[in-house]
């Protein structure tokens, strides 16, 4: 293949979506760790595996349970199907958030990017609505109490709270409504979400003129590399890439089965009662902060922030830079370093000398005693900001950067304490012995 030779032009209903020729660059797996069409792979699986599971599935409170264990036990592939759809779903939240992060690192959201981010935020909760509303559908023990846990979080945002969270649960409690409900938006309404914005997104990155080029890769500018035909260059790499994932996930639910404990039981709440693993963190946020701010300032302050920032000017507006520059990398160490110890130093401190939520302990806290550690965290913040500036002479991209990965580091590290870390009364305790309790409590099936 010789240099810029020229691709002839055939139709092909794939140059909706690539370009006929693409640079060499776009071919090495590095360019987006093919991120983005995984989520479109394990999209594509959910819809299917959630169509066969229909055809057993039973969304009437009395017999949801039963649909599914007869699925389990008496359909032919139905364990599978369900593993699949089970195993899929959570993967799609892992690929989706790294895919996301590759998109932020990389700096893939500027100018003519910027619509795609807002779809993309638009994507990312259709998926944990998804996951969410599926949680509840076999109506079992672990689901019945993670939603109820939920839905219960919601009372701690003020004025519109309590409304919402019985919009959402069709009463006070969880219920034949609730079944409906949640059963209604997780095969009709989001997935039909999902068919109008996938495309949409697509649609945006070919219009950017494709997926961000990196800059400087091996010292090759742009003109300077081949051009390659999109088929079968590009298409044969990305069809064996999504056969080589449904490959994987077919191995992991053969062999790992979606758990089932025993039947909803209103009257028994198993100890401890967590929330599904994607709400870990937020669930942890609630053992140190006032829920005021646990479940709705933080979160608020998160999801603003997020739309904000394609509105950010920086120097990488152009995209393409891994982390903005060398300096950015060493910033970007020194934020995750830091959390990485000052993060669960801070959870053990706060289980026994009540730091945070526990500002007063003498007397029950309050919104306003919720106050003071906010406020501290937010004077870490800026320090911290400030710090760096100082100690790697940082631009204000590197020091917003370097916070971004101190927040997105401490965020994965208490999800890790809740989901790993936390036992009997959600006190502090070792892996093992949290499943210990969890056992003890609600039979697995
Ligand atoms: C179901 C979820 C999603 C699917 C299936 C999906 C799929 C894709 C695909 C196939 C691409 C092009 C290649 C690539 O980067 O891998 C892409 C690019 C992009 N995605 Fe997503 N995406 C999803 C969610 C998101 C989310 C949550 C965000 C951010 C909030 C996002 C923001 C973007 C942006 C800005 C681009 C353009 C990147 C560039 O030009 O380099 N996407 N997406
Ligand atoms: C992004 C897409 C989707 C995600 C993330 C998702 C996620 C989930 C999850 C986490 C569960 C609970 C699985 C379990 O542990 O038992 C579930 C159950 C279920 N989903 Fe989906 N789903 C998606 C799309 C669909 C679609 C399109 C349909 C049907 C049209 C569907 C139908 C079902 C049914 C019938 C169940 C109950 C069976 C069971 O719980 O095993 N899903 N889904």
């Known amino acids: 293949m010789t240099n810029n030779r020229k691709i002839p032009k055939k139709r092909n209903f794939l140059y909706h979506i690539h370009p006929p020729s693409i640079s060499e660059n776009v071919l090495r797996p590095t360019h987006t760790w093919g991120l983005g069409g995984s989520a479109l792979v394990l999209v594509l699986m959910q819809v299917i595996t959630g169509i066969l599971l ?22 032919l592939f139905g364990r599978l199907i369900r593993n699949l759809h089970h195993w899929g779903a959570n993967l ?77 649960l069709g009463g006070p409690d969880i219920s034949q409504a609730t079944l409906s409900n949640f059963y209604a938006i997780h095969i009709a309404l989001v997935p039909v979400a999902l068919m109008i914005l996938l495309p949409f997104h697509f649609w945006r990155v070919r219009k950017a003129g494709g997926v961000v080029e990196p800059v400087g890769l091996n010292g090759k500018d742009e003109e300077k590399q081949k051009k390659l035909a999109t088929v079968p260059h590009l298409v044969t790499r990305e069809v064996t890439a999504a056969l080589v994932l449904i490959a994987g996930l077919m191995i992991v639910s053969v062999f790992m089965n979606a758990p089932l404990y025993g039947q909803a039981n209103p009257g028994l709440s ?10 870990s963190g937020l ?18 302050f998160l999801v603003l922030w997020l739309t904000y920032l394609p509105f950010l000017k920086s120097a990488n507006s152009g995209g393409g830079t891994w982390f903005l520059s060398a300096n950015g990398r060493k910033t970007g160490i020194a934020a995750l370093c830091t959390s990485l110890t000052l993060i669960p130093l801070m959870i053990i401190a706060d289980e026994h000398a009540s730091l945070f939520l526990y500002w007063f302990p003498e007397i029950s806290p309050t919104v306003t005693d919720g106050v003071i550690p906010f406020v501290l965290v937010l004077a870490f913040i800026l320090f911290f900001y400030g710090w760096i500036k100082r100690r790697f002479t940082a631009t204000t991209d590197e020091c917003i950067q370097a916070i971004c990965i101190f927040l997105l580091v ?36």
């Not at 229909?54 to 359909?75: C, G, H, N, P, W």
């Not at 198993?270 to 709400?279: E, L, Q």
């Open 54 to 75: 229909l055809f057993v599935y039973s969304s009437e409170m009395s017999k949801a349970y039963d649909s599914i264990r007869m699925l389990q036990q008496e359909v």
């Open 283 to 300: 669930q942890e946020l609630l053992q140190h902060f006032h829920p005021f701010f646990a479940v709705f300032i933080i979160p608020l």
């Open 410 to 445: 401490t965020f994965m590290v208490l999800t890790i304490a809740g989901i790993w870390f936390r036992g009997s009364g959600m006190a502090l305790c070792w892996p093992w012995e949290v499943s210990i309790n969890e056992i003890a409590t609600i039979k697995r099936l």
């Open 270 to 279: 198993p100890n401890p009662t967590k929330a599904p693993w994607y709400f």
């Open 92 to 168: 799609l939240i892992v690929i989706v958030f790294f895919h996301m992060l590759r998109v932020f690192f990389t700096g893939a959201y500027h100018n003519q990017r910027n619509t795609n981010w807002w779809i993309g935020l638009g994507l990312f909760l259709c998926v944990m609505i998804s996951n969410f509303t599926g949680y509840l559908l076999p109506m079992d023990q672990l689901s019945f109490w993670a939603i109820t846990i939920c839905a219960s979080m919601f009372e701690y945002i003020p004025y519109v709270g309590q409304p919402v969270r019985e919009m959402i």
